[in-house]
């Protein structure tokens, strides 16, 4: 449920950066999806094994930062992607806000 949610999430921030902000200009709609579905992959582990043992604030942090890497580096690696830095800054920023809320609930289960 928690790749689910994820997946559903950061499909939603990414369509919105698209359409409100502009900057964000992947080649292809594949490697979006891509790189929606490696975040999603990724932050779903680091849930698991990161999440309990560094807390929810260094958590947070850590993982909005690897968003932010993610979301801009990988222009460099498809030819024909233009990814703003401050796009990926907002995405990663808003996306941070809602892990953060979320790994809240994830820890109060105990999960």
């Known amino acids: 449920m928690n790749f689910l949610l994820k997946v559903a999430m950061y499909t939603t921030v990414f369509q919105g950066a698209y359409l409100l902000l502009g900057g964000l200009n992947y080649s292809t709609w594949l490697v979006s999806a891509g790189v929606i579905l490696f975040l999603a ?56 806000i809602v892990e953060y809320q979320m790994h809240q609930e994830l820890l109060a289960k105990g999960s």
Not at 68 to 90: C, L, M, R, T
């Open 41 to 96: 992959t990724v932050g779903h582990f680091a849930d698991q094994w990161i999440l309990p043992r560094w807390g929810n604030i260094l958590s947070t942090i850590s993982g909005g930062l690897f968003m932010i890497a993610v979301i801009w580096g990988v222009q460099f690696v498809f030819p024909g992607s233009e990814v703003y830095f401050s796009v990926a800054v907002v995405i990663g920023v808003v996306l941070g």
